[in-house]
C-alpha cells in the first residue's frame, strides 16, 4: 500500500487520453473527465505528463499513462 504524499495540489482531469499496455488499450484507467484529484510530484500544469501517479480525494492511489489536467 502506497501511503498519500503530504505535498502535492489539487487537480481536475480535463481529458484523458488512452493508456496503452502492450496491445491492449485500458480505457479510464487515470479516472474520468470532469474529476478532482490531488496530484504530486510535478509542478507544470496543463501538458500531457507521462507515466503519472494520481491520488483521488479519498487518497486512493490510481495509476495513470497520460492525462491532461488543470490547477485548481
Avoid at 28 to 55: A, F, H, N, R, T
Wanted: hydrophobic letters at 40%.
Amino acid at each position: 500500500m502506497v501511503q498519500k504524499p503530504e505535498t502535492g495540489f489539487r487537480i481536475e482531469i480535463v481529458g484523458v487520453r488512452e493508456k496503452t499496455l502492450g496491445s491492449e488499450l485500458h480505457k479510464g484507467d487515470i479516472g474520468k473527465e470532469g474529476v478532482v484529484v490531488d496530484w504530486v510530484d510535478k509542478e507544470d500544469c496543463e501538458v500531457w505528463l507521462p507515466v503519472i501517479i494520481l491520488y483521488d480525494i479519498k487518497g486512493t492511489v490510481c495509476h495513470g499513462d497520460r492525462v491532461w489536467w488543470k490547477r485548481i
